[in-house]
């Protein structure tokens, strides 16, 4: 069988990607060995763009959220599913000196369009000092999405072995390609043709669910954990990082992390009903890799989401098949060569 595009790996880079290239008239068929614990599969799916302890605009944040909403709605009735939607989010802000850091900040321009600051009371939270509503904001719901690609899209449920790939020929087994694009997520660290560029590290994140009641659902909360509301009083808090790390198994150790920052956030009681953890691909730098392999023209790589493939994916994909197809530059900061 003859296709345009063979794919290595169903995450949301590997879905995304074969969903961009068949809008464009390509076949582009998927391998994918099915795993629970891939990044995906366990994500949290949120979209934030007002991230980490100093209330940065993330790169490239104006580029990235403004059309998720839409991007994600067209794939929805393509599809036939629900995986997206758009839900305010609030950071609780902490403390006296997280109040003040952002207090110094909150007079710039880049943050009006993503943000604004509140003093509100919210039932079961501790908002002493204070909320930032964060716009743009949403959640994915990332199996739904992975479940709705397997049903509709060209799949191999099968795992690709990399030592019976012709890539002179471009043949694997029955399958002859133009290109070939690696998509594994953390486990590219045993892909044996990008290993002496690719520099992925896995970064193991664990998950609890719980059960609580009281605390309005209508909202995506952060704190020094999130608090995701997935059904009635049944709520995802997350995550942990932990670099390096591929054993698939849950710890005691991060369960007792989760719970004592949940503690600092929540005022009501709770019960844990769940825990689970997934690997994140990341990269030293922090940005996702995307190119070309440096000896092989038809061999190309899409990986290093780190924990924002939701928002990054959408937009890179798109500058990936402009890549493969026109040959129009990656931009720098992502491009593998930066490694090479
Ligand atoms: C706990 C946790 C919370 C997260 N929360 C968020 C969040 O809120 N928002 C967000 O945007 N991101 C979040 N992320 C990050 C996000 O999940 C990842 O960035 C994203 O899923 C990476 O997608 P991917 O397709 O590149 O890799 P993956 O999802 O890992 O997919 C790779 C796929 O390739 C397959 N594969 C690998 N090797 C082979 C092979 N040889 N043959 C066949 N198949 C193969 C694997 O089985 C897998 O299905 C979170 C991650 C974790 C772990």
Redesign the pocket.
């Known amino acids: 069988m003859n296709v345009d595009y063979l794919i290595?790996?169903?995450?949301?880079?590997?879905r995304l990607l074969q969903l961009e290239l068949m809008d464009r008239g390509h076949t582009a068929i998927v391998?994918?060995?099915?795993?629970n614990n891939?990044?995906?599969?366990?994500?949290?799916?949120?979209?934030n763009p007002v991230v980490g302890k100093y209330f940065t605009v993330g790169w490239r944040s104006d580029q990235y959220f403004p059309s998720l909403a839409s991007y994600y709605l067209g794939l929805e009735t393509k599809l036939k599913a629900r995986f997206f939607s758009s839900k305010p989010m609030k950071r609780i802000i902490a403390n006296a000196g997280e109040q003040n850091r952002w207090l110094s900040k909150a007079h710039l321009e880049k943050y009006s369009s993503f943000c604004s600051f509140s003093h509100e009371d919210i039932v079961g939270l501790n908002t002493s000092f204070g909320v930032l509503n964060i716009y743009l904001a949403g959640e994915m719901d990332?199996k739904s999405f992975l479940y709705a690609c397997n049903k509709s899209l060209p799949t191999e449920p099968?795992?690709?072995d990399y030592s019976i790939l012709d890539s002179n020929q471009k043949k694997y087994q029955n399958f002859s390609y133009d290109k070939i694009v690696f998509?594994?997520?953390?486990?590219a660290i045993n892909n044996p043709f990008f290993n002496d560029y690719l520099k992925i590290i896995p970064t193991k994140?664990?998950?609890i669910e719980i059960r609580a009641n009281g605390i309005p659902t209508d909202s995506i909360y952060l704190g020094p954990v999130f608090i995701q509301s997935l059904d009635n009083d049944l709520w995802r808090v997350?995550?942990t990082y932990e670099q390096n790390q591929t054993s698939l198994e849950p710890t005691l150790m991060m369960k007792e992390e989760l719970e004592s920052r949940l503690k600092k956030l929540i005022t009501v009681p709770y019960e844990l009903v769940n825990h689970y953890?997934?690997?994140?691909?990341a990269s030293p730098d922090r940005k996702p890799v995307l190119g070309v392999h440096p000896q092989i023209n038809s061999m190309y790589i899409v990986?290093g989401?780190?924990?924002?493939?939701?928002?990054m994916a959408p937009l890179l994909v798109q500058e990936m098949a402009d890549y493969m197809e026109q040959g129009i530059p990656l931009p720098l900061e992502v491009d593998l060569k930066r490694f090479c």
């Open positions: 290595i790996g169903g995450g949301i880079s590997g391998y994918d060995k099915w795993n891939q990044s995906t599969h366990v994500a949290a799916g949120l979209v990332t099968a795992l690709f998509c594994e997520g953390y486990e994140g664990e998950i997350g995550s953890c997934g690997i994140r691909p990986n989401m780190g924990s924002k493939a939701v928002s």
